[in-house]
């Protein structure tokens, strides 16, 4: 077999023990093959460039966070249908017969743009794609995005510093979590670092209520704030100010970004024993002679029949938008 590696969208952990494990078990299972690597994700594919990756170039990557092949926002993919004709033409020319990608939802909408060409004209590559990115924006009802688990590591870390000065100086922290256009990763944090609320993308916030919350606390208050809420922490902070005086509720208030910290550093157990459990099983199925699909797994050992890239195309534009409700009212007993 020959076969190609893409990481595309923001790097997160565990990518490169995905890189990893498809790269083993492809020359393990099938010595003759031949493995490359696609650099600096979608735009290297239209740009043809890649390396080849044998055993040893995946060395001690397991854990390592971010992506040894790079990756590179490209959004004119999106749009440009030419490049999505080269990206396929492309893949026929090089002989690759699977693409393995890992990505977020912008990489699945990729790959299933890229999947029409390829069965319009009867090309032989087939993608295989993973779930990866920190957001867990693809395909929710199948299963957490690797990288997901690490970014949420990572904002525990984040949360429990916060917490130490909040509570010295008695404060109010607003604290802004990526996630993009998700609740997930703010939502989450908020649960697992013990926020005193976590304020979601397309939420109507009651500020007073907010207000009374922070109010009722004797030292510390942190509160999550997703990327895609459209005030600023700035914003929110003024309106927070005035419904204090207004209330006479004495407290400071200051503001942080967790933001690209949350992305880098080691990738959680959880992620590298689902990216390489994801891994081994695209390739057994490869080796098999599988259709194009969209992988995903709660845990090892895990297996679900793969979806239709169109499927999981679909799903990524809206699943991820809020939160299901049971877990926001699970969250509302934990405080
Ligand atoms: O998709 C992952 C992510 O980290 C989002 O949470 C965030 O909105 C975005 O990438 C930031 O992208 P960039 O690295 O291009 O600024």
């Known amino acids: 077999m020959k076969c190609a590696i893409l990481t595309g969208g923001g790097d997160c952990p565990g990518m490169n023990a995905f890189i990893r494990a498809v790269v083993r078990t492809v020359l393990n299972l099938s010595p003759e093959s031949q493995v490359w690597g696609v ?30 092949l790079g990756t590179m926002r490209f959004p004119e993919f999106a749009t440009n ?20 990608v890992i990505g977020g939802n912008g990489s699945v909408k990729a790959a299933w743009a890229v999947e029409q060409i390829l069965r319009r004209e009867g090309w032989r590559t087939r993608i295989l794609v993973a779930p990866g990115s920190i957001d867990n924006d693809v395909c929710n009802n199948y299963g957490t995005s690797i ?6 590591e990572r904002s525990l870390e984040m949360l429990s510093w916060i917490r130490d000065t909040a509570s010295s100086h008695r404060r109010v922290y607003l604290i ?6 998700s609740a997930y990763l703010a939502f989450y944090a908020g649960i697992i670092g013990g926020a005193e609320y976590a304020i979601r993308p397309h939420e109507n916030v009651d500020f007073e209520r907010l207000a009374e919350i922070a109010g ?3 030292r510390d208050t942190l509160i999550l704030v997703s ?8 914003e929110i902070q003024h309106i927070l100010e005035e419904i ?39 390739v057994c199925d490869a080796l098999r002679g599988c259709a194009s699909g969209f992988y995903t797994a709660y845990y090892i050992g895990h297996w679900q029949e793969p979806l239709p890239l ?21 969250a509302l007993a934990l405080r």
């Open 310 to 330: 169109e499927v999981a195309a679909d799903d990524a534009r809206t699943n991820h938008l809020d939160i299901p409700a049971e877990i926001i009212r699970m």
């Open 244 to 282: 204090f005086r207004r209330r006479g509720i004495e407290r400071e208030i200051r503001a942080v970004d967790m933001s690209y910290f949350q992305r880098g550093g080691v990738a959680s157990v959880t992620d590298i024993l689902r990216a390489s459990w994801l891994g081994y099983r695209m």
């Open 176 to 181: 802004r979590s990526m996630g993009r256009d």
């Open 147 to 152: 990288g997901f688990y690490s970014a949420l």
């Open 81 to 100: 249908g030419e490049l999505r004709e080269r990206a396929a033409r492309n893949l026929e020319e090089q002989g690759f017969e699977y693409l393995f």
């Open 39 to 68: 650099l600096d994700g979608w735009k290297g594919l239209v740009e043809n460039a890649y390396r080849p990756l044998n055993k040893r170039d995946v060395s001690g990557i397991a854990a390592l966070g971010g992506t040894i």
């Open 227 to 234: 990327e895609a809420y459209p005030k600023s922490l700035q």
């Open 216 to 218: 009722q606390r004797d």
